[in-house]
DNA sequence: GCATTAATGCCCTAGCTAGTGTATTACTGT
DNA sequence: ACAGTAATACACTAGCTAGGGCATTAATGC
């Protein structure tokens, strides 16, 4: 019956700890749930099983099912978002600018391959007909941000005359798909096999960004 | 009540028209309604009331809910492996390397990102955890045909001289993603807003070409 | 300790869905 | 014209699902 406690969001600190410990058991268990089986595969009994709560508790703490979808998603989105804004934030005033380029590549393939964000990308997919604008805003707040923290980083090195860029948000998606556009692709349709070792993603990663290099480094 | 005599296969002529008529008007709708909604999200009714034909039928043609959606995306797929086959046909052999470069990038992300391919993309990652069969195959047969053919015309093209390709795979991979990645991905999230203007898609493709060069580019 | 508030268990319902059965009608090939 | 076969209309079942009601129990804050 234990819960936790690191389950339990610290927004939630002030509230019954009855309420934050069933909020936090009952989004991991439907978090869990829609990742897996997609919204209408998903329901608020099978949640409220994995939760071990009743399912009228569901009902009077998120209101309903599509609330508690929206409840999970803007969850899943903050993690997403925060892990995005800090991912190319060093590269700008690198020393060692390869190296820092490397070191990003690495970074950025790994939690986006390797992590639980695969799961939450094919759920977004899956349901953008039935909800357009979460699946907009998941691309403008977690991709988007990405891009655009890298471009900013981008344009600082062509400054410098560390790179060479005309264009820095073309260069960021070239940057960014160079190091794990494939590896991407592919996570999103398979399921069964284990995902790739962190050896083969590091690799396709540094292997992106020497093409990168090749393409929009200063002797280029 | 009538039905355009395309939509029937070549492999129904021999059929009773009847059937072949009534298995395209299905095979259409449920396409459509698949697609549009997912596997769980479309009931047999819809797919019976869209293709104006009664319920027993699609039992009658196809068995079942799962056989359907199986015998829709045999056809999808058949389709999306055809044209995978001869996207990057003329690449080896071609005079003007750059030149057929650009025309493979841009017939394949027009065909790509501008087509009916994300709609089936995006149905495949929906039901991948419940067909993780159906998801691989695709995998298999329509992305990684295309990566096949590309990697073998670049190795010509390195063997000629006209490229300096060191692991053709990988380069095939860089190519795909710089031509076309960006573009996928967000067209994969993005359901309301109509899909980019196709000057806006050969904009792009012919940019990630130009960055292809300057990577892979003889002179490079 | 006590008033408040949350959680539970259990019942209930209204709607939808896959799938079947059958008798009747309409079309096809010969 | 006729036999065979496909399509239809319609009624039906069994199971599941979102959601609500309510009395009872348990935890919390003071």
Redesign the interface.
């Known amino acids: 019956m234990a819960t936790p406690p690191e389950l339990i969001r610290a927004e939630d600190a002030d509230l019954d700890p009855r309420v934050a410990r069933s909020r936090a058991v009952i989004v991991a268990a439907a978090s869990e749930h829609f990742m ?3 919204y ?2 998903t329901s608020v009994d099978d949640v409220a099983a994995e939760a071990r709560v009743s399912k009228r508790t569901i009902y009077n703490l998120f209101g309903g099912k599509e609330e508690l979808f929206r409840a999970i998603l803007a969850e899943a989105l903050i993690t997403a978002e925060r892990f995005a804004s800090d991912t190319a934030s060093s590269l700008a005033e690198a020393d060692d600018v390869p190296a820092e380029l490397r070191a990003t590549a690495v970074r950025l393939a790994r939690s986006v391959v390797g992590g639980r964000i695969v799961p939450l990308r ?1 759920l ?7 909800f ?1 604008e979460l ?2 805003d ?2 403008s707040r977690a ?1 988007g941000r990405v891009m655009a923290t890298l471009a900013e980083a981008l344009r600082h090195l062509d400054e410098r005359g560390a790179l060479r860029v005309d ?1 820095a948000e ?1 260069a960021a ?2 940057f ?3 190091v794990m ?2 590896q ?3 996570a ?5 096999q284990e995902p790739p070792a962190i050896t083969e993603i590091d690799d ?1 990663a540094l ?2 960004v020497e ?2 290099l ?3 480094g200063p002797t ?1």
Chains 1, 2 share one sequence.
């Open positions: 897996r089986h997609g209408l595969g094919r977004l997919i899956a349901e953008a007909t039935r357009p699946a907009a998941y691309y991709p264009d073309l998606e070239h960014a798909f160079l556009g494939a991407l692709d592919r999103l349709f398979t399921i069964d396709r292997r992106g093409t990168f090749r393409a929009y280029g």
